[in-house]
């Protein structure tokens, strides 16, 4: 019996798709990619800001900041990820691998966006800790790096990938 949900997918018939289901863009919802999105962002965030205060504070040069922030935002990120799986019982080496898997594509980007939107916008990485246009240009490139990244985690989601895989430990 043919099922008509497997019709997008017919030149992937390789055995077992996850559970069966099709695992195309349309059948992901904008909603699981946004929490997926948001969940990774959230860690990012974190590090992402402890960087950036970091590196003002310190009086570090703007690339040093950058390096900082992106380093922790990856730290705080797959940290997050692995609270969640360490406490579906995983091993603390599996599930780095997890984390590695969900989270390592949603970073890069996220860091991408918000660090050039960072370095992009004029006084922004001069501006000190007390200065609006710090935090606003701040929370304006991790909102822009929210928008950007969804579609593409939906997409990784759909074809079982990026935060798909830490869904069978929740």
């Known amino acids: 019996m043919t099922h008509p949900a497997h019709r997008h997918g017919e030149p992937h018939h390789e055995g077992h798709h996850h559970g ?3 695992h195309a ?38 690339a040093a900041t950058v390096v900082v922030s ?5 730290v705080f990120g797959y940290a997050l990820t692995m609270r969640g799986v360490l ?7 599996q599930a780095l691998k997890v984390a590695l898997a969900a989270d390592t594509v949603s970073i890069a980007v996220m860091e991408l966006i918000d660090n050039t939107v960072m370095v992009g916008v004029p006084g922004a990485m001069d ?25 593409v985690n939906r997409w990784m989601i759909g074809r079982g990938r990026g935060h798909a895989v830490v869904h069978a430990y929740h």
Do not use: K, Y
């Open 20 to 22: 069966g289901h099709d």
């Open 127 to 151: 501006a000190g800790l007390a200065d609006a246009l710090f935090w606003i240009s701040l929370v304006l490139s991790l909102a822009l790096a929210f928008v950007l990244t969804t579609p």
């Open 87 to 93: 406490r579906a019982g995983l091993a603390p080496r």
């Open 25 to 62: 863009p349309a059948g992901v919802s904008w909603r699981m990619a946004a929490q997926a999105t948001l969940h990774c962002l959230t860690g990012c965030a974190v590090g992402e800001v402890l960087g950036m205060i970091i590196g003002t504070a310190a009086g570090l040069h703007n």
């Open 70 to 74: 992106i380093a922790l935002a990856f």
